[in-house]
């Protein structure tokens, strides 16, 4: 059974750029949630998506958004990228309604120069 | 609003030592309770959780917490430490409302070192 896969690993972008991150959910799951872990903090929630659609959003700029496929993958982009946007974003998916316990992904590390 | 405060930044212990890893929390709704374990260049492990029923909750490795409601606190536990369990760990809560369960709060991270 696949766990929630994250792609890519490691991405280097220059300010001002757009960067596009995808995860695909455990098998079973149909949530898809967004955290943003900088260093030596915990991570912080970005948004959930259900449905296809934004269910939750934490207190991030529009400059980051979201979108969810029918198959449930999703993708997390964030435009005009800023140095403080580097970070690792990790990625977790759950089942609706099933006490909705996150399972996490390995993350995609973002460096922002 | 809710919050997680994890008492201890790093904590050290020896092979074969209890480990305890405290965790405050701050719900107005009764809540639920995860820890997750973070080794080094990876994503989050689910440990245990607290949903209702039993408050000591087992989780994987040996690993195990007790929810307090009395206390707001949910502190983890494992009788014997591994070098293997050299990680960082994190407490997190989650709201039990329907539509709110997906934005866990997450602490800021206790370091666990384990010394030969």
């Known amino acids: 059974d696949a766990g929630v896969t994250q792609s890519p690993t490691h991405l280097i972008k220059t300010r001002g750029q757009q960067v596009t991150l995808r995860c695909s959910p455990k098998?079973?799951?149909?949530?898809v949630s967004w955290y943003q872990q900088a260093l030596g903090q915990g991570p912080q929630f970005i948004f959930q998506?259900?449905?296809?659609?934004?269910?939750q959003r934490g207190n991030f700029p529009d400059r980051f958004s979201g979108h969810q496929f029918p198959n449930y993958s999703s993708e997390l982009n964030v435009n005009a990228l800023l140095l403080g946007d580097s970070a690792l974003y990790l990625c977790?998916?759950?089942?609706?309604?099933?006490?909705?316990?996150?399972?996490f992904g390995p993350g995609t590390r973002l460096l922002v120069l | 609003a809710q919050s997680v405060t994890q008492l201890g930044s790093h904590v050290s212990v020896s092979e074969g030592a209890l480990v305890l890893l405290r965790c405050n929390y701050s719900?107005?709704?009764?809540?639920?309770l995860f820890w997750y374990v973070q080794y080094p260049n990876q994503g989050l492990q689910l440990l245990l959780k607290?949903?209702?029923?039993?408050?000591l909750v087992k989780g994987i490795n040996g690993f195990e917490a007790e929810f307090k409601k009395s206390e707001t606190s949910f502190h983890l536990t494992k009788p014997s430490a591994h070098m293997s369990d050299a990680a960082e760990y994190f407490c997190?809560?989650?709201?039990?409302?329907?539509?709110?369960?997906?934005?866990?709060?997450f602490g800021k991270g206790t370091k666990l070192s384990v010394k030969p």
């Open positions: 998506y259900y449905e296809e659609e934004e269910r």
């Open positions: 098998s079973g799951h149909d949530t």
């Open positions: 719900s107005s709704v009764p809540p639920y």
């Open positions: 997190a809560v989650s709201e039990t409302s329907v539509g709110s369960q997906g934005n866990l709060i």
């Open positions: 977790a998916s759950s089942r609706i309604g099933y006490q909705e316990t996150q399972y």
């Open positions: 607290y949903t209702t029923g039993a408050t």
